[in-house]
Structure formats: structure tokens, C-alpha cells
């Protein structure tokens, strides 16, 4: 069971946005520490999206945004594609466990 | 080219000892925090270790805390996960990621494959 939380699975058409929640605690989230977000296409590694909860780096479509407020991180993908569909995780520090854990994972779909 | 490969992986019996390595090329090792993230057959990532640039800061989650250690040799750009006490909860695909420190600033920046571990009889 992780700190973090998030859906199982979000799914949309081709050209929607999706929102993926991230949802923790005061040890992590609520503590202030950033989060990061990674996508892990099938039968690959993951990659990362975005880190310090809104940055993207270097090679990153903008169709990826992330947001934080208080214990609960986003990530939106705009203008979904095909190419997409993966499991999607958030990380972040947790005090409590002093580890970097992740999130539970998303599988995103495109209809 | 940027790039990690990870190597050791394979078939252990449970109790068991197995050593993981990681090597690093085409990126200034010596600054980069280093990472051992596993991912059990169809389960999601699972941090396991990390280990500052200079090693004077180590982590280990609960799960693996006692077990397994983690090295690193800055002169040969190669972090290391020595696992003992196998049990088949350690199968997984062992990735080796890095990062720029903080790491909740620049999250894990580059991953490596992976390397299936199996824990069996």
C-alpha cells in the first residue's frame, strides 16, 4: 500500500485531457516536498515527465503539465495520443519512512 | 551517450546472494545521487535504495533495510546493490536510475533497463 495515491486507470479520446491525481499526506506532499511524475511506456523503462511538481525537462512536450496544492499533486496530459497509453507514477520524499516513494500508478487508456 | 546498464541479474534460490551492478557513461557520475528502483511482474515501482554522490548518504526502504547494501565507485562510474537473504517477494526487474541532487528537484533524470532478478527453487 504507498503513500501515495492514485487511480487505478483514467482513459480518454484522442485530442482530451486527462488529469491523473496524486494524493499523500503530511509527511510527504503536505510537507512541502516536490513530486515527480514518470511515464513507463510498455516493456520499457520509466521516464521522467515532470519534476519539481510543475517543471518539464528538456524534451518534453508541453501537452504534459503538472500542478501541487497542499497533499495532492496533478499531472494533465493535453491533447491525448495514441502513443500515451502507459502507466503513469508520481514520486516524492516521505519524512515519516525516510524513503522516496512512489505512487501507486495509473494506467492510461485512449479510447 | 547518456547510459546505464545494469548487469547481475538472474536465477537465485531463495536465502540466497546476488550482486547488482550499474554502470554509468556519458554524464559526470561523480555529482549524480544514484538509484536502485524494482518492479515486481505486473506491479508497480517500488524505490529500493539510493545513495548520495559522495556516499555519505545512504537510504534503504523497509522492505530491503538490513539485506541489501549499496555501494558506489566514483573512479569507475559503477553503483552496486549486494542482496542477501533472497526471499521470492525480491523477484522483480532491478532499474538503476540517476539524479541531480535534490532529488525531489530534479527527480530520477536517467534510467537504466533493468535486470530481472528470480528468487526460486
Known amino acids: 500500500q504507498s503513500v501515495l495515491t492514485q487511480p487505478p486507470s483514467v482513459s480518454g479520446a484522442p485530442g482530451q485531457t486527462v488529469f491523473i491525481s496524486c494524493t499523500g499526506y503530511s509527511s510527504n506532499l503536505g510537507a512541502g516536498y516536490d513530486v515527480a511524475w514518470y511515464q513507463q511506456l510498455p516493456g520499457e523503462a520509466p521516464k521522467l515527465l515532470i519534476c519539481?511538481?510543475?517543471n518539464r525537462p528538456s524534451g518534453v512536450p508541453d501537452r504534459f503539465s503538472g500542478s501541487k496544492s497542499g497533499t495532492s499533486a496533478s499531472l494533465a496530459i493535453g491533447g491525448l495520443q495514441d502513443e500515451d497509453e502507459g502507466d503513469y507514477y508520481c514520486q516524492s520524499y516521505d519524512s515519516s519512512l525516510t524513503a522516496y516513494v512512489f505512487g501507486s500508478g495509473t494506467r492510461v487508456t485512449v479510447l | 551517450e547518456v547510459q546505464l546498464v545494469e548487469s547481475g541479474g538472474g536465477l537465485v534460490k531463495p536465502g540466497g546472494s546476488l550482486r547488482l551492478s550499474c554502470a554509468a557513461s556519458g554524464f559526470n557520475f561523480y555529482v549524480y545521487s544514484m538509484n536502485w528502483v524494482r518492479q515486481r511482474p505486473g506491479k508497480g515501482l517500488e524505490w529500493v535504495s539510493s545513495?548520495?554522490?559522495?556516499?555519505?548518504?545512504?537510504y534503504y526502504a523497509d522492505s530491503v533495510r538490513g539485506r541489501f547494501t549499496i555501494s558506489r565507485d566514483n573512479a569507475r562510474n559503477i553503483v552496486t546493490l549486494d542482496m542477501s537473504s533472497l526471499t521470492a517477494d525480491d523477484s522483480a526487474v532491478y532499474f538503476c536510475a540517476a539524479n541531480r541532487p535534490p532529488t525531489t528537484t530534479y527527480g530520477y533524470e536517467i534510467w537504466g533497463r533493468g535486470t530481472l532478478i528470480t528468487v526460486s527453487s
Open positions: 519539481a511538481s510543475t
Open positions: 545513495i548520495g554522490a559522495t556516499a555519505g548518504l545512504i
